[in-house]
């Protein structure tokens, strides 16, 4: 799926997003190596700690539907009180470890946008530097 239209999927997801303490509302859309479409908003708790990112939310509704195989996100995220994004939504360090287990880091592309046509797109490699992933247990 090109850039533009995986954002546009980013974007409807953030509706969905349920978060009453931050007010910072966040959309992901990841597409799985079939081409496939898995959407995610993050989801917060009253107990903080339990909050759940977008691309989390994405990838787990993917791997629990039986995908490993990814080829790249899109993510938005601006507070609820703002019409449009200012600025990127860069994935948390945690996210960037999640995905970092599903994907090759040279090849999975995050595609960071305010809308759909101010993006910048990285690799995971570029995010996560001399990473950790599974091969490292072999
Ligand atoms: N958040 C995400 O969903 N993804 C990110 O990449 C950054 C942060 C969420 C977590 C929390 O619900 C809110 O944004 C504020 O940090």
């Known amino acids: ?32 190596a079939d081409g496939e479409i898995y959407q995610g908003c993050n989801i917060e708790n009253a107990a903080y ?5 977008a ?3 994405a990838l787990f509704k993917a791997v629990s539907e039986g995908k490993r195989k ?5 993510v938005v995220g601006w507070s609820a009180q703002e019409e449009k994004a200012k600025d990127y939504c860069p994935p948390c360090g945690v996210c960037r470890q999640v995905l970092r287990e599903f994907v090759n880091p040279k090849e999975f592309q995050i595609v960071v946008a305010k809308d759909i046509v101010d993006y910048k797109v990285y ?7 001399e990473s950790f992933g599974p091969e490292n247990l072999q």
């Open 1 to 32: 799926m090109k850039e533009k239209e995986l954002i546009e999927k980013a974007i409807e997801a953030r509706e969905f997003s349920y978060a009453p303490y931050s007010g910072f509302k966040v959309g992901a859309a990841l597409e799985g």
């Open 49 to 53: 700690t339990p909050c759940n990112c």
């Open 55 to 57: 691309e989390r939310t």
């Open 70 to 74: 990814f080829k790249k996100i899109a």
């Open 123 to 129: 690799t995971l490699e570029e995010l996560l530097p």
